[in-house]
Structure formats: C-alpha cells, structure tokens
C-alpha cells in the first residue's frame, strides 16, 4: 500500500459525525485488506462465516474457527461487528428441515432447531457483536403472496419472523435486531417490507431496524426512490443501516464480457453516484447509523463473476489495487 495511504485521513474518520463505515469481509480478506480496513472502516461484517450452514453444518457440531477469527479481528482493532444472519433460506443446511426419518421436521422441531441456533451463536458473540441481522430476505420480489415460500415459512407458519426476533432479544437483549433484505427501493418491494415491519411492531416484536442492502448500479434505483424508501421505513420509528452497498457498473441486464477493466465513464458515473447517495445519506444521519460496503476493495467482490460468469465488477471506493479511487477524496472532503 502507498505511503499516500497511510496518511491520509481514514474514511471512517471523516464521517464518525454522521454514521459508522463498514465492510463486509471473509477469513482471507482480514489479512489480505488487513491494513485497508484499520484504515478506512470501524465495523465489518462477516460475509458468509456466520451463516447457518457455516456454523451448524451438523446438528450436533458447530464450526466457530473462521466466524472467530472475524470477530477477533474486529475486537483487535475496535472495530463495530455486525452479525449475518441467523435465520435466511439460503445457506441452511438440509438437516435443518428434516426430520431424521426421512421426513419433514414439524413446527415444533424446527422452532427448537432455530432457538437453539440463535441461543448458542448469539451468546458466543454478544461481547463484540452489537446488532444482528435476524431475518433475511425473506419477503417476495414479485406478485400477491407478501412473503417467500421458504422451508421456514412451510414449516413453522408466517410468525417464524416474529420467533427468530423472539429466540434473539432473549438471548441478547442488548443487542439491536435488524431485517434485512435487497430491492429495497422497488416501491412494490417496499411496501411489503414496510407492511411485514409494521406488523411485527404491532404484535410487540422486538425488531429495532431494517436494513437496506444497497446493491446498486450506475443506473437503479434512482435517486428518488431511495429517499421514498428512506422516508418509508423511518415512519415505523426503527434505525436504519445500509448494509450490503456496491455500486455495480452493469446494469443488471447487461451480459458484456470483453472489459478487462471499467471504462472512464463507468468510472465517471459511478462517481456522481457515490456522490449523490452520500448526500442524501447525511441527510438522513437522525435514522441511518452505519454504512457498509459487501466488500472492501474490487480485488475481491462477490460481483466479480455473478451474474456474469467470467466477469470482473469494479462496484467498490477502492480499486483492485486497494488503492481509493477520486470519489473518496469527494466524499471525505464534505
């Protein structure tokens, strides 16, 4: 890393007035971006490590060697940790859903599977582990139904949201609870989003925020609808975190193959997009408290190859050379 690098003032510094700066990370990133992220960011995220089947790939095992490593790093350096995710329907091991006999598991054996998940895992980490994401994208993208027909939805019924914030608060009443899903800005998503919010309010759920993935592009979602959604969901009374953010630099139909890296106007309109949702999100300091990138720096993005296979995406402040690209001098001169 340049000596430029070292001295300069750290991204996280510049907006410690207005909300935390985080990035997700996995157990090689934490030493191959290790000085990238004591620089620029005061809270990670675990990427996958702290996923069901990371953790509990077997009912009778678990797996803390790499979600330790992650939550070490963050202690060692004062780093805010969030925790991702204890209850989603992808990465969950198959055992979850079973009944060891060849069938189903029932309602009653998959509520005590997820309380004994959520217990073990929260109480490992609630010394450095201040928010969770609880529940995740588990609303539709699309038509009447509101929520995903998932092995939890079949199995335990549509208050399996409300238990997991439940099994959560018990486990760590300090800890601020989130939901957390992408299209967040689609106003038919929205509004889902916000009605499944509303309802667990009402029945006393112990949820204190919904966060917002983020994962943009150069040209969705536009402007307008961010602050609409921004609007939507503060109206509940909850906190906001912007979650998973990447600015990709295709659009999401967009199945080219020839870049070897972005164009300078990739580059230019990524920037004037950078620029404008950290306008509007210091707009919004009273309800959003942290911002957190799916990633540190382009040398390794989750983008790169998805859904595109054979593809790099450039969609992160930094570049493959873990070097800040001009935005960030933009947004931390504010």
Not at 41 to 69: C, V, W
Not at 189 to 208: D, F, Q
Not at 221 to 243: C, F, N, W
Request: contains cysteine; glycine residues 6%.
């Amino acid at each position: 890393m340049s000596e430029g690098m070292k001295t300069q003032v750290g991204l996280s510094k510049s907006f410690q007035d207005y909300f935390l700066i985080g990035a997700a990370v996995n157990h090689r990133t934490i030493v191959s971006q290790s000085e990238l992220l004591r620089q620029h960011y005061n809270s990670i995220t675990a990427e996958n490590e702290m996923k069901f089947e990371s953790l509990h790939p077997e009912e009778n095992g678990y797996a803390f060697e790499q979600a330790d490593r992650i939550a070490g790093f963050a202690r060692d350096n004062g780093m805010k940790l969030r925790g991702h995710t204890l209850v989603w329907h992808n990465q969950t091991p198959s055992w979850v859903f079973e009944d060891g006999n060849g069938g189903l598991a029932g309602r009653e054996l998959l509520l005590a599977r997820m309380k004994s998940h959520i217990e073990t895992v929260v109480e490992r980490y609630k010394d450095i582990i201040y928010c969770w994401d609880v529940v995740n994208e588990a609303v539709t993208d699309s038509g009447e139904e509101s929520l995903r027909p998932s092995k939890w939805l079949h199995g335990i019924g549509e208050d399996y949201i409300e238990q997991a914030f439940r099994f959560a608060h018990e486990a760590d009443p300090k800890a601020l609870l989130f939901y957390n899903d992408y299209n967040e800005c689609n106003p038919g998503k929205r509004e889902k989003i916000y009605s499944l919010a509303k309802s667990l309010l009402e029945n006393g759920t112990p949820i204190h925020g919904i966060g917002l993935q983020a994962h943009w592009s150069l040209y969705d979602p536009a402007l307008d609808l961010i602050r609409e959604a921004i609007e939507r969901y503060a109206s509940l009374g909850l906190k906001l975190q912007v979650t998973e953010m990447d600015v990709s630099v295709f659009a999401f139909d967009d199945k080219r193959t020839d870049l070897t890296e972005p164009t300078a106007e990739m580059m230019r309109l990524q920037e004037e997009r950078f620029k404008q949702f950290f306008d509007l999100f210091r707009e919004y300091k009273d309800v959003l408290t942290s911002v957190t990138f799916w990633g540190a720096a382009d040398d390794y993005t989750w983008l790169d190859h998805f859904p595109v296979r054979g593809r790099k995406n450039w969609p992160l402040l930094f570049d493959t050379n873990q070097q800040p690209k001009t935005v960030i001098q933009l947004l931390m001169g504010q």
